[in-house]
């Protein structure tokens, strides 16, 4: 078992820290949630090391993991992902499902990790830029400013959906 130190919201706002002890970052995850609590904290606590160093957001722990090492995205494979994943917001899935599909369905072992921890970042409580933000060798600023302005604006698909256009194109 391993100690985890979280940090929450709950559904009127309130702020919450605490300590859970679990197997897992995941089911920390799942037990904070079944408290009602939105996480947006979770890291392992670890003895010996500086208060700083112990507490690291999961999200950023998460993309640190991510081996790069000769795993460049094509162009091609990322418009191809981007509109496939319009067309599923288009039809009315979740994101988050969304994103598990496409992630089973991945052949590239780079795509189908990056899928996995956007999923699990949003899982988490962030935002699909802040997920994708975390992974700025696979995505640009003008990616990362289009989805924040159509997930602002509610027309996530169509934004999706004409950045995966502009990548053809180009």
């Not at 919450?16 to 089911?27: F, K, Y």
């Not at 640190?64 to 000769?70: A, C, R, Y």
Request: aromatic share 6%; no cysteine; proline share 5%.
């Amino acid at each position: 078992m391993s100690s985890y130190t979280y940090e929450a919201v709950s559904a009127n706002g309130a702020n919450s820290r605490g300590t859970i002890e679990v197997a897992s970052q995941s089911e920390a995850l799942r037990r904070i949630k079944e408290m009602g609590l939105f996480p947006t904290r979770i890291a392992e606590r670890r003895w010996g090391m500086t208060a700083r160093d112990r507490v690291k957001p999961f999200s950023r722990a998460r993309s640190l993991s991510l081996p790069f090492v000769g795993g460049r995205v094509k162009p091609r494979a990322l418009a191809v992902l981007t509109r496939q994943l319009a067309t599923l917001i288009d039809a009315g899935m979740p994101l988050l499902r969304g994103l598990r599909i496409l992630e089973q369905q991945e052949r590239k072992p780079v795509l189908k990790n990056v899928l996995r921890e956007i999923g699990d970042s949003i899982e988490g409580g962030s935002s699909l830029t802040e997920a994708l933000a975390l992974h700025p060798k696979i995505f640009s600023p003008l990616y990362l400013n289009m989805v924040r302005a159509g997930e602002t604006g509610g027309v996530l698909e169509v934004t999706l959906r004409r950045l995966a256009e502009f990548m053809e194109k180009a």
